[in-house]
């Protein structure tokens, strides 16, 4: 093959490739929580902006923090009187201090984009992607599990598949401690302590701090999953 025809074929070849990554990854949101003291949850986000292709959306001003309880899966609550102001087409980050969390309770924060109006704004598929808007905490002098389920080892990281009641969620835990790992697919549940933060194509991951053997309501029945459906629960 002479030397033109092999940069003819190369551009032939990538230039749809650099296409389809370029439509993917129109814009993405990641959140995560910290705890600034022990009394306090801050939730943190951060939205991707691509500059080559710019999310657009003039009616999208800002973003709304949201909260419900875990446990009882309640129905969320605005935490902010005022959307948290976005520029259009530029990157956004903000963060919002939680004083108001009550102890021994794990909750959800939801991170939304919305008008003037609170109504939420969806930029889609190619808008946002991975658009993860959830993170999961409790306060530290008073901690409850951030997530309660079953443990599947998936080699470089265990998978919790959560109980049925509650809103529990579906995490990985990298570098899981054997104290841990022995209880992947034996259908012992587990209660997960410490930080879940979302923004990755793998999902949500869980920096755990302690764990404990917990229990579902209603009991769930041991799962027998592939790998694919697995990875499911967590994109």
């Not at 549940?189 to 920096?207: H, K, T």
């Amino acid at each position: 093959m002479s030397v033109s025809l092999r940069s003819a074929v190369a551009v032939l070849v990538s230039v749809p490739l650099v296409m389809i990554a370029h439509i993917a990854r129109a814009g993405s949101l990641s959140t995560w929580a910290t705890h600034p003291d022990a009394a306090t949850i801050t939730v943190h986000w951060n939205f991707y902006e691509d500059p080559m292709d710019p999310s657009g959306h003039p009616e999208w001003v800002g973003f709304d923090v949201l909260r419900r309880s875990t446990a009882d899966c309640s129905y969320f609550t605005r935490l902010n009187d005022q959307p948290f102001p976005r520029v259009l087409d530029q990157p956004a980050t903000g963060s919002y201090d939680d004083a108001t969390a009550e102890t021994f309770k794990s909750y959800e924060y939801r991170v939304v984009l919305v008008d003037a109006a609170h109504n939420p704004v969806t930029l889609g598929y190619t808008g946002c992607e991975p658009c993860l808007q959830s993170t999961w905490a409790s306060r530290t002098d008073g901690p409850a599990p951030a997530t309660i389920g079953t443990l599947q080892d998936g080699g470089w990281a265990l998978y919790l598949v959560p109980c049925d009641h509650g809103c529990w969620s579906a995490v990985y835990i990298e570098n899981a401690p054997d104290a841990l790992r022995q209880y992947a697919g034996t259908g012992a549940v587990v209660g997960l302590y410490g930080v879940i933060s979302c923004g990755s194509v793998e999902g949500c991951s869980l920096a755990l701090d302690h764990f404990d053997i917990n229990a579902c309501d209603p009991p769930l029945p041991v799962r027998s999953t592939t790998w694919g459906g697995l990875k499911q629960l967590y994109r």
